[in-house]
């Protein structure tokens, strides 16, 4: 389990400016998450305190739709983010072999980040490039017919 | 805007859609303007990588000034993913595949100036095995219905004038003409249904919304598109985003709607963003806004991102998350249409069904309504993926038979592999099995067998998925995707998990798939939403449909497609039905450890000489390295290790660990015969075989020809297993089982194969020159010497038929094979069937010999073609003469070899239970028939298979005679012994490169055909070794 730390400056600014961008939209506390999220690329756990303490609604609301949708992350990702799909068509067509691939060889876990922050690896459902799978993707670009021998090829053009 | 207006955009624009429309072919003098369609859909995107094929494009254009010849148009899905990027030429629809930058100045010069095609990017199609260069001549397009993807490749996504040249917004200004009642009776009229999976009629929905109280009403697009395997939607807003918007325009006029939500995956972001640009769009030509078309009909519509929850798809759900909340499904009633989002009467309707609308209310009810079937109208657009060729987007009208869809539009399956079957609507969804094929795809019936029409992803599934993991997969899905509100969904999936694990594992009982099924019912009847009621299909049907599948793990203990880890060692190994370890003898060769190889192969397999020349090798359709480039030859180098024995006289017989005294007669010396006689042998027992030929082997001797295995080779590997002390007796038929039982035999294994040849039963068939094909493969084999004649005709599509045609051929005459189905149905091997044509042995497929002519002696056969019609149970399509289209072939002689079946009939007598085709019925995992003590096994129980499956049958026989005399209870799974087991450490510096399989060399057609030496040389030594070096060693990253 990962630290929990506190807030930099630069983070707290982050956060009070979305809040104040959305102030003439009540009650859009998931946008607001969102564009946190968009922004720091997480959501710190002390970032929600803030956001609960802002908007005015229990912590308790803010954590339940953290930790309800997948889009949103209680940890600051690795520098690069790596998510393999494991939908049932990249699933067919071996996308169990292309995530082990990975696990193995950059010794990481869904969920995780290497510890060296270079990478950090999500599953994903489905990402809708279905005909091409398996399929994964890095900092949000996709790459499809994947073979469990190309994932180093794929993974080291980024640094 | 009005109408006036809207009409002179559409005229302004419309040439230029003809123009992409005009399908009259290239020609070389051709002045039209030329449209390059380039997709732009997410997949075509990815599969082009780092390059923007529409920069390239632009500049090559703009470097031969050929600006105002050509056009260049971004569009959206095209729909053949797979051969992604694709790129359609008009005029002509010449379609392009897997197009990368570096061809663009190719198909600029080819194409474009000098109008000539380039044929290396040409479509391949997989089934007719021949490029096609239009479109329009493409099984894969011909045979869809594109309505709802018309626009899709036909028009820029990103400019409106495009859409309103199609038609575009042409509904709206009608519907805004018609009374809201009579735009909703319309859309009733129609018979639309939820294109999001439900299937509820979409113009009753409205009604209700419509009559329900409030000053708000919203309508809601559902464009959550969670079912993984699925991007019907996402390709629908990506390629045609104003059908949507203009269908919930008319949606919200019909119900007294001002607002609309389109909630989208921000999974999708290509999606979004063409959505902003079609809603900055339709703004500002006023189709969204106040006074729509002049009307008082205010509309606008908001974009929601949704981040990332499946459960959102269920419409209770999808509210929550809209009214910012997390995303957890209500009880319903009430029903959105009278309580929806923030309490407000609402309809919520999936993307597909919206992109309907406008063609409905443009064209008429009765229009859209005249595809479909009874209860099931319109068309459906589906994305079609998993183990197929044609992965893609396709739209077909609703009734078209699931074959159609996965053999004529899908192109069949991937690397010719077995299909299984298609999972219909995701995790909610159930399977389809090879028995309906025939099947109309339509709600009710798609009900009927347990599996739903679903949002429309169509995941196909072949031999190498196991249904059982399948069926885990889906409930892991639901597991984590529930919300957990609801205890039967949080607590019942992962107790259902839990039991499917246990299978897996070959730890499960058989009470457990009852237990799994009254767990099932019981989460259907009581969880709160969708989700949780149907997470429990996918299981309930693979269980309907695959429950040998399930009691294979169950009772075998094994995955019969090599998916379940804890059940096997190796793929290969799994494949075997002999369970050879390759993996370690092929390590050994990789070492030149040639004699230790040998031991491990001969531990588990009697007739490597024969094996390593004839085996169907299941193992090499297993091997991981396929996935990298092609499997390892695990046959050839079977043969050379054995070759390499038998020339280096290294012999190793395992030796008996007792003697015994029970005597154990086998009638039949067949390959089935022989390893039970090894492996009896071993353990001591007294062993006899009968066989009923003047040679022993069984079909090894008189079916298979010198050629393919040298009798010389066959003898030697006999002679090994008579040395161990079986004694075979030749010439000797066997007249009772009884009397072997008198003659102090304990017990009995028969192994007599199938050696009756089926008749085709056509007039002529009593004419000299007719041979019948096991009885002339066994004369040929035996040196009898056969008068064919110059031509002559073989009729049949199995292994037997090749061997004849090739026995023929080398006998000096011109051959042709007659097989009534397609040639990719025939059920010969395949190296085999190229064997054959390599030969220049002519195959007419589809068609079959109707009688044969001749004056008591043969000279001509009369044939009809045949034409393809419905699939059969074993998901083949069945062939149908064809009325008048008869034709003559001359020939001198003809040999049938359409099938055979066990000479059984001795056997009434002693009362042993047959089938009606002949076959010995038997327990089929203890082999025991219904005399006590006595055994079968081979092609006389299974009917014609392969070498290595009589091996396995011998085997299991074993076992179970072993069991049977020391008075215990036979069990379902044969014992294994524990072999000695070589540890040979694996230890790779680097990953594997591609590097193709070390070709084995094959004479020279000129040659071989004028002999009957064998046909396939061996691996030399550095040959095997370099092959066997490219062995992945699953056994060692397993263990």
């Given amino acids: ?159 | 805007m009005n109408i006036e207006e809207l009409i002179k955009i559409r005229d302004e624009y419309k040439p230029k859609l003809d123009r992409r429309m005009d399908r009259r072919p290239l020609t070389k003098d051709d002045t039209r303007k030329i449209s390059i369609m380039m997709c732009r859909g997410s997949g075509c995107i990815a599969s082009a990588g780092e390059e923007n094929l529409y920069k390239i494009f632009d500049r090559v254009i703009k470097k031969h000034n050929l600006q105002d010849k050509v056009e260049v148009v971004p569009t959206g899905c095209q729909g053949l993913c797979e051969k992604g990027p694709i790129v359609v030429i008009h005029p002509g629809g010449t379609l392009y595949t897997r197009v990368q930058g570096k061809d663009i100045e190719e198909i600029i010069q080819k194409h474009v100036i000098n109008k000539e095609i380039v044929e290396r990017l040409l479509f391949f199609d997989p089934v007719k095995k021949r490029k096609v260069v239009s479109l329009y001549d493409m099984d894969f397009y011909a045979k869809q219905t594109r309505r709802v993807l018309h626009n899709n490749g036909l028009i820029d996504p990103m400019i409106i004038e495009d859409y309103i040249a199609s038609e575009g917004y042409f509904a709206l200004g009608k519907a805004l003409q018609m009374g809201q009642e009579e735009v909703i009776e319309e859309v009733k009229k129609s018979g639309l249904r939820g294109r999001g999976g439900a299937g509820f009629p979409t113009g009753v929905k409205w009604s209700f919304a419509f009559k329900a109280k409030g000053n708000q009403k919203y309508i809601v697009c559902n464009a959550d598109e969670g079912d993984p395997g699925a991007y019907m939607n996402r390709s629908e807003l990506e390629g045609n985003p104003h059908a949507v918007l203009e269908g919930m325009a008319i949606a919200g006029y019909a119900i007294g709607a001002s607002k609309g939500y389109i909630y989208v995956r921000a999974e999708y972001p290509l999606a979004v963003e063409t959505l902003k640009v079609a809603l900055d769009q339709a703004r500002k030509y006023g189709f969204l806004g106040q006074n729509i078309f002049s009307t008082d009909f205010n509309f606008d519509i908001e974009l929601f991102l949704g981040s990332g929850a499946f459960v959102c798809g269920e419409e209770t759900a999808l509210l929550a998350s809209l009214e910012q909340k997390r995303g957890n499904p209500r009880p319903r009633p009430p029903f959105p249409a009278n309580e929806g989002l923030f309490g407000k009467p609402t309809v919520i309707n999936n993307v597909g069904t919206l992109s309907n609308i406008p063609l409905i209310i443009r064209n008429g009810a009765s229009w859209w309504s005249s595809v479909g079937t009874e209860g099931t109208k319109g068309t459906k657009v589906f994305s079609l993926t998993g183990k197929i060729n044609n992965t893609g987007l396709i739209e077909v009208p609703m009734g078209i038979s699931l074959g159609e869809v996965v053999f004529d539009i899908g192109g069949g399956i991937l690397n010719g592999k077995k299909f299984k079957a298609v999972q219909l609507g995701g995790p909610s969804g159930g399977c389809v099995p090879a028995e309906y094929l025939n099947m109309s795809i339509d709600y009710e019936s798609l009900k009927e067998i347990g599996s739903m029409m679903g949002s429309g992803g169509m995941v196909v599934l072949d031999e190498d998925s196991c249904m059982v993991d399948t069926a885990r997969f889906f409930l892991e899905f639901d597991k984590d995707e529930s919300c957990g509100k609801c205890l039967p969904c949080r607590r019942g999936l992962p107790l259902m998990i839990d039991t499917l694990t246990k299978i897996t594992e070959g730890k499960g009982k058989i009470e457990d798939l009852e237990a799994l099924e009254n767990l099932a019912k019981g989460i259907e009847k009581t969880a709160l939403c969708a989700l949780g009621q149907t997470a429990a299909n996918p299981t309930l049907s693979t269980i309907r449909h695959f429950r040998d599948e399930y009691e294979a793990h169950i009772i075998d203990k094994v995955c019969p497609a090599g998916i379940c880890a804890a059940l096997f060692r190796t793929k290969c190994q799994n494949a075997c039905p002999v369970n050879q370890d390759a993996p370690t003898y092929l390590a050994l060769v990789k070492e030149g450890k040639f004699e230790e190889a040998y031991k491990v192969i001969r531990q588990t397999n009697p007739l490597p000489l024969v094996l390593g020349r004839v085996c169907n090798h299941p193992c090499e359709s297993k091997c991981e390295r396929g996935n990298l480039d092609e499997p390892i030859a695990i046959r050839h180098i079977k043969r050379f290790v054995a070759d390499y024995a038998y020339a280096n006289h290294f012999e190793y017989n395992p030796q008996s660990k007792q003697m015994r005294d029970e005597r154990i007669a086998i009638v039949g010396s067949g390959p089935a015969g022989l390893s039970a006689a090894y492996d009896l042998v071993i353990d001591g027992y007294r062993v006899t075989i009968f066989e009923a030929l003047p040679a022993a082997g069984g079909m090894l001797a008189v079916g298979i020809p010198e050629y393919r295995l040298p009798n010389s080779i066959l003898n030697y590997e006999i002679e090994q297993i008579k040395k161990m002390g079986v004694e075979i007796k030749l010439n000797t038929h066997i007249e009772t089982i009884e009397g072997l039982f008198s003659k102090g035999f304990k017990a009995v294994f028969l192994a007599i194969g199938a050696h009756g040849e089926r008749k085709m039963d056509i007039p002529g068939e009593n004419l000299e020159g007719v041979y019948w094909g096991v009885e002339f493969l066994r004369n040929a084999n035996l040196g009898k010497q056969v008068e064919l004649g110059k031509s002559v005709i073989v009729i049949g599509g199995g292994n037997s038929a090749m061997d004849c045609a090739r026995v023929a051929k080398r006998m000096g005459a011109d051959v042709r094979i007659v097989y009534r189905r397609e040639r990719k149905d025939m059920p010969a091997i395949e190296e085999d069937i190229e064997a054959a044509e390599q030969e220049g042995i002519k195959i007419d497929c589809l068609s079959i010999p109707i009688g044969i002519m001749g004056d008591g002696k043969v000279s001509k056969v009369k044939c009809a073609r045949m034409e393809l019609r419905e699939f059969d149970r074993s998901g083949r399509k069945k062939p149908y003469k064809i009325e008048g289209a008869e034709y003559v072939i001359e020939a001198d002689a003809v040999i049938e070899s359409i099938g055979q079946f066990p000479e059984s009939d001795f056997l009434d007598d002693d009362k042993i239970k047959l089938a009606k085709n002949r076959t010995i019925v038997v327990d089929q995992r203890t082999l025991a028939t219904n005399m006590e003590g006595v055994f079968a096994g081979g092609d006389a129980v299974s009917g014609p298979l392969t070498v290595i499956d009589a091996v396995a049958a011998g085997q299991r026989a074993v076992s179970s005679i072993k069991r049977y005399l020391r008075g215990e209870a036979l069990g379902p799974i044969p014992e294994r012994e524990d072999h000695e087991r070589y540890q040979i450490p694996f230890a790779p510096d680097e990953d594997p490169q591609e590097k193709p399989r070390v070709k084995i060399k094959e004479s020279d057609v000129e040659i071989r055909t004028a002999n009957f030496q064998e046909t396939t040389s061996n691996y030399s030594k550095e040959e095997a070794m370099e092959e066997a070096e490219r062995c992945l060693r699953c056994d060692a990253e397993l263990s």
């Fill in chain 1, 1 to 159: 389990m990962e630290k929990v730390s506190a807030l930099t400056k630069d983070e707290i600014a982050t956060i009070d400016n979305i809040i104040k961008s959305n102030r003439e939209n009540p009650g859009q506390l998931v946008k607001v998450l969102q564009e946190i999220q968009s922004q720091l690329r997480y959501v710190p756990l002390e970032g929600q305190k803030l956001i609960a303490d802002r908007l005015n609604v229990p912590i308790s609301k803010v954590y339940g739709i953290v930790s309800f949708y997948n889009f949103f992350r209680l940890f600051p990702p690795g520098k690069h983010s790596v998510t393999a799909c494991m939908g049932t068509a990249c699933y067919v067509r071996g996308a169990k072999d292309i995530l082990g691939e990975i696990r193995k060889k950059y010794k990481v876990e869904p969920g995780q980040t290497t510890v060296d922050r270079r990478f950090s690896l999500e599953v994903i459902r489905c990402l809708g490039c279905c005909a091409i799978g398996p399929v994964i993707t890095v900092d949000g670009k996709v790459y499809g017919r994947m073979k469990p021998a190309k994932v180093k090829e794929v993974l080291e053009k980024y640094n």
